[in-house]
C-alpha cells in the first residue's frame, strides 16, 4: 500500500515539517497493521514529494483488533483480496503522520493552516462503486479526480478492468485537512475495515469530519459505510453534529430521517423537542425516561428547571454508563472539568431495569417516556411491557413514540417491507398505532392523544408517531 503527498507550493521544504519527516531520512515505524516506511522522494526548488508505504504484516493483525475481521479460523490467514488503500492504509497514516493530523507543527507553526497546491496519489484504490463514486465523494471536497481502473490482469486483456483505481487527486487544501479526509474516505470507498467498529468510530468522525463533512452532499453515505451500517453510531454522530445544522437526515440517511430540507433539524432533534414539549405542556415535574440510551433526552432534561427529579433508566450497563459520561456524573464531562454541578447530581439519577419486569423503582413519576423503545421488543412481549407500564409503575403519564412504517417508502434506502433498524422487531403503520394506543388507554383507565413528529409525505404520514397517555384525564 502507498500513497504520497506532493506539494509546489514555496518554500516546498515546508512540506517535510509539517509532516514531521527529515528529508534526509528514511523514517520507519512499525505498527499492529505493519512494517511503515516513510521517505521523501523528491526535494526540488519547484517540488517535494513524501511517500509512506505499508508492507502489511498478516499474522501480526491477528494479535490485535484484526481478529474480529473473520468469522472462521482459516480465513484470517487464506484471503486472496489484494492489499490495497483502506483502513489498512488510514491506520499506516494515523500512525505516522498523527502530529500533523493534530494541526501541530512546532518548527512551522504559522504554515499549519495554510492552504497548499497538493498532489495525492494512490495507486491502488479499491472502490466497488466505480470511478464515479471516487469523484463523488472528493471532488466536492475542491479536489480534482482522475482515476483510472486497472485491468484485471494486464496480460489478458480481454478480462477487463478491475475495481482497483489509480486515482490522482489535486487541488489546494490545508495539509491537515486533506489527512482528514483521507482517513475518512478511504474506508469508505472499499466498504470494509480491518477492525471491529465501536464507539470510538464515532471520535474519530467528529476528529476529523470538521467543517467538511458536515456540509459534504454524500454525508449519509459516508456515515453508513464508515462506521459500518451501525445505525445506532450514525444517529450518535448525527446527535453531536445538530449544532452544524446538518443532520443525518439532510443526506438521506433513514435512521436521521431523510428529507430534503438540508437546514432543517435532523429527526432525532425534532424527537426530543417534541417529546421535551409534551412534558412541558403536561406540567410534568418527575420523569423516567425508560431505555434512556445514551442520554440523548436526558441531557436537555437535566437542564430543564422544571423538571425536578429525573430519572434514565436502561437494560444497558455499557449504555448508562456514556449517560453517564454524557451528563457529567462520572466525574468529568465536557462541558466541565470536575463533572456536572451538585444541583444536576442531586437532580439526575440512572438505574438499569427493564421494561419487562417488575421494577418498583419504576413508579411514582410525573411521566414515563418509552421514546423509540417498544419496536425493540419482540410483539410477543409487548403485552408485557404494557403490564409493566401502565398496570404496575401508573405514571399520571406516558408518552411513546416510535417509527411509522408507512413513511419508509419515502426513504430511497430502504426496500419495500424493510424495517429501519436492524435492531427492530416491527414497525406500526399508522392505523395499528391508534389501535394499540386506544386498547391499552381503555384498558388501563388512561385517555390517549397522537401526533406526528417530523418530515411528512403525501398519504404516508409523518416520520415518527407519539402517543401521550394520560391517566383518569379527558382529551
Known amino acids: 500500500m502507498y500513497v504520497s503527498l506532493s506539494t509546489t507550493t514555496a518554500p516546498v521544504e515546508d512540506l517535510t515539517f509539517l509532516l514531521h519527516k527529515h528529508p534526509a531520512r528514511a523514517h520507519t515505524r512499525k505498527l499492529s497493521v505493519g512494517a511503515v516506511s516513510v521517505v ?13 508505504a505499508l508492507e502489511v504484516d498478516p499474522i501480526g493483525l491477528l494479535r490485535g483488533q484484526g481478529a474480529a475481521m473473520e468469522s472462521f479460523t482459516l480465513g484470517q490467514y487464506v ?84 475495481e482497483i483505481f489509480d486515482v490522482t487527486l489535486t487541488g489546494s487544501a490545508v495539509l ?28 474519530k468522525l467528529l476528529r476529523h469530519g470538521g467543517e467538511w463533512l458536515a456540509a459534504h452532499p454524500e454525508r449519509g453515505l459516508i456515515l453508513r459505510r464508515f462506521l459500518r451500517h451501525q445505525r445506532d453510531l450514525i444517529a450518535a454522530v448525527d446527535e453531536a453534529n445538530e449544532a452544524d445544522g446538518v443532520g443525518a437526515q439532510a443526506a438521506g440517511d433513514p435512521d436521521g430521517a431523510a428529507q430534503t430540507d438540508a437546514r432543517r433539524p435532523s429527526l432525532a432533534r425534532e424527537r426530543r423537542d417534541a417529546v421535551h414539549a409534551e412534558l412541558t405542556r403536561l406540567g410534568a415535574a418527575s420523569v423516567l425516561d425508560m431505555g434512556c440510551g445514551q442520554g440523548a433526552l436526558l441531557a436537555p432534561l437535566a437542564r430543564d428547571p422544571r423538571i ?29 472539568a470536575d463533572g456536572a454541578p451538585e444541583a444536576i447530581r442531586e437532580k439526575v439519577g440512572l438505574i438499569q431495569s427493564s421494561l419487562t419486569y417488575r421494577d418498583d423503582r419504576l413508579r411514582g413519576f410525573d411521566a414515563m417516556v418509552l421514546m423509540e423503545v417498544i419496536e425493540h421488543l419482540d410483539p410477543e412481549r409487548v403485552p408485557v411491557l404494557e403490564q409493566t407500564v401502565f398496570a404496575e409503575a401508573r405514571p399520571s403519564h406516558v408518552i411513546v413514540t416510535t417509527p411509522n412504517i408507512e413513511y419508509n417508502a419515502a426513504y430511497p434506502g430502504l426496500a419495500p417491507g424493510e424495517l429501519r433498524n436492524h435492531d427492530h422487531r416491527f414497525e406500526w403503520t399508522r392505523a395499528e398505532f391508534a389501535d394499540w394506543a386506544d386498547r391499552v388507554a381503555l384498558a388501563h383507565g388512561y385517555t390517549v392523544v397522537l401526533a406526528g413528529i417530523g418530515p411528512t409525505a403525501d398519504g404516508l404520514g409523518s416520520a415518527t408517531q407519539m402517543a401521550a397517555f394520560t391517566r383518569g384525564g379527558t382529551k
Open 79 to 162: 484471503n486472496d483480496r489484494p492489499y490495497v488503500a483502506s483502513s489498512l492504509l488510514t491506520g499506516a497514516i494515523r500512525g505516522v503522520y498523527g502530529t500533523a493530523l493534530a494541526g501541530n507543527c512546532e518548527a512551522r507553526p504559522d504554515k499549519v493552516a495554510e492552504p497548499l497546491d497538493l498532489e495525492v496519489h494512490l495507486p491502488t484504490v479499491a472502490c466497488a462503486d466505480g470511478a464515479q463514486l471516487i469523484r463523488r465523494l472528493f471532488e466536492p471536497l475542491g479536489w480534482t479526480v482522475s482515476a483510472s481502473a486497472l485491468p484485471l490482469d494486464p496480460e489478458v486483456p480481454e478480462w477487463g478492468d478491475s
Open 40 to 52: 521523501c522522494t523528491e526535494l526540488t526548488d519547484e517540488r517535494c514529494t513524501v511517500a509512506l
Open 308 to 336: 425536578t427529579r429525573l430519572v434514565g433508566a436502561d437494560v444497558s450497563a455499557r449504555a448508562l454508563a456514556q449517560a453517564a459520561r454524557r451528563l457529567g456524573l462520572d466525574g468529568a464531562s465536557d462541558g466541565a
Open 176 to 203: 491537515q485537512v486533506a489527512l482528514q479526509q483521507l482517513t475518512i474516505l478511504l474506508p469508505v470507498l472499499d466498504d470494509a475495515k480491518h477492525y471491529w467498529v465501536d464507539q470510538t468510530e464515532n471520535d
